[in-house]
């Protein structure tokens, strides 16, 4: 974590007027929790389940208890606090996830939820009279130890038995044997599901984990959609063959096929694509993978992202046809896997314009983006309308101990989660 | 091996008229030796100073035995079959290798001393009066479980007491330690330098290991020049970034840095090399390698070979060339380490001559055409003038059980080496 004292400036104009985060406190909190965790292996580590998780779930809970909030632990391990809550109205709901990514930094994740407890905080301090009772939620394992997501999955009735009971970790764990280590029955996360007739909103306030905001100087993202994807691995099959002895037109030369495809990445996203979308091939494999021999197979994975599930059918598409001709053309196999497939998710357009309106009213600038990463407003938008606020991060940086975002943007994000939910929420 | 019957055809007229090698006895010598060193894991393994190798040698001893042949083994191990040798005149030098790579095939470097004895015994049996002496030398570790052409490179003086002292294999043995274990000092191999005075010329026969007279129907190769390369191991860096955040344009990603210069390789061939020019991306390594991961870097190996070293530096200066700009132009850092170069070898024009005269003399086709792979005579033309026979290697299969050469194809390069060697040795 950066010396944050770098990024203390005058507080800005825009917070002037209405009802404020106690930004002294928030930013206690921030710090506070990024020491929570520490491991002196992998940096920050909250993974879930993990030790670290446990210290900062500790944490989290006497921060509830401190500010006289009521806490509630679902069958998900996801950690509630409340305000007003009574079980008839529907809540104005806030959320997003404390664990960490090994060697994570100390605001994916954390900030939304420290946030949302500020909010809750301020509006119980000030005794704001509420139409609907408030809800922070920290949501078990965003990150993905035991596959992602699993805290909003469970609330959005996603899960299933199979899926609980094949969850494992990299290193073999399964998610029934960490639960069970904290004295939990994994089976009972299928009881947290949520009557979507109990949520009256979703809000999530994200870094934004990409470089966007930053270079364009801009304080507030607002997320219209959170991108679906396609992941594949393809395997370009030709003939390994002598270096040396094979003249070039009698090659059949896998990793030739890859590159010319590479080269064509770019086309395909220009004919087929948005100025959402994202390709990327991450990881290659050549066998056998001498320098002395002609590539026999490249295997290699093609990811692309895309808001417009129509935009995400149109490059598949493209992306068969160009590899099947590349293929053809070559003479080597083409065949591939789907890893993955993940549908886009839209915000409620509803929710965005209160949102805008409100940052407007703060004299914020602000961006209507996409987020590139997977949240868990993701899985919530199946029961509750959402809405998603992004603060820049410098240079883009996530998962990594130099994850950062000055601190004035954090207090206009936090004020501006503060007033949309008040807008949502106050009695008027 | 395939079914040997299969490749019987019969037997061309090419070899009608003159001395001609026993093709029976040939034969049987072949299908004897591709018995021996068949190891349950690695199928034919005749590795170096390995067990199989010993049974090889051992072999091959006797059947020098058996034909009346003077046995001599030098400092490096390498066997000598001698006839006629009075250490006064010059000897006609034939000579391959018996060692194989793990998993080999019954004729690389097998075949080159198995003619060369063939020829010994016929010009014995036959009685033809010499005006040079005939020699055929099984050499030691060519194929590299100790570096390669160690054999050929004790003859041509090449060696130094470092390179044997440092010498291990991939397990990590030392050479000193697999010699001493058969009762050798490796530091004898400084013995075996030979006095170029000493050599008339040297001859070898070897399988071509590519495609090329086999798709071509031509049954021999006499070899101009053995190749020279230069191998690099090239990074291009960028900037390792989450894949769904970074827009296409934020990103500095180093697989398409690769997969550029990828679609370049075969302009540059055409732009600076020539008909023998070959270039081969046959090793990528992508950095953090994972499919959500814009690549950070790119590691990937470029070997490059030519006969013409001007082609060969031509080819160096232009893929560096292009590296260099591909790398400027997408923000990419470059750099490479040369991991070895190999200056290309000739042959000797007057040796090729005389071949290619007794081919034409035979009625047999015949393809000038450059060595790809590496070969004892490249060591030898330090210190003798050399010639090369290619007989053709079916589908260019080589280095794997699938090897194989049609009997008739073997025939007629067995006796083109005999008439080739008694054009040079007999008293006329």
Known sequence: ???????????????????????????????????????????????????????????????????????????????????????????????????????????????GVLVGLEVLRRVKEAGIPLRYPLEVIDFSDEEGRFGGMFGSQALAGQLTPERIQSARDLEGVTLVDAMAAWGLDANEALTARRDPATIHAFLELHIEQGPVLDRRRIGVGIVEAITGLFKWEVRLKGQPNHAGTTPMDMRIDAFQGLAEF????????????????????????????????IPGQATFSLEVRDTDERVLKALSDASRRTLSSIARRRDLMFEFDVLSEITPTRCDPGLLDLIASEAETMGLDYLRLPSGAAHDTQSMSAVARTGMIFVPSIEGRSHSSGEWTNWEDIEAGANLMLRSVLALAARH
Chains 1, 2 share one sequence.
Do not use: C, K
């Open 262 to 293: 590479g080269g064509e990445v770019n086309r395909i996203l220009e004919e087929h694509g948005g100025p959402n979308s994202r390709a990327t091939i991450g990881r290659v494999e050549l066998w056998p993978g001498a320098p002395n021999t």
């Open 1 to 111: 974590m950066n010396d944050a004292s770098e990024h203390v400036r005058t507080t800005p104009a825009a917070t002037e007027g209405g009802l404020q985060v106690d930004m002294a406190r928030l930013r206690q909190d921030v710090l506070d929790l990024g020491q929570i965790g520490r491991d002196a292996v992998l940096g920050l580590n909250r993974r879930a389940f993990s030790e670290g998780d446990r210290q900062g779930r500790d944490w989290f809970r006497q921060r509830l208890a401190t500010a006289g909030l009521e806490l509630f632990q679902d069958g998900a391990a996801n950690l509630h606090g409340r305000l007003d809550y009574d079980g008839q109205r529907p809540a104005v709901v806030m959320g997003s996830h404390l664990d960490t990514v090994p060697g994570g930094g100390p605001l994916d994740g954390a900030l």
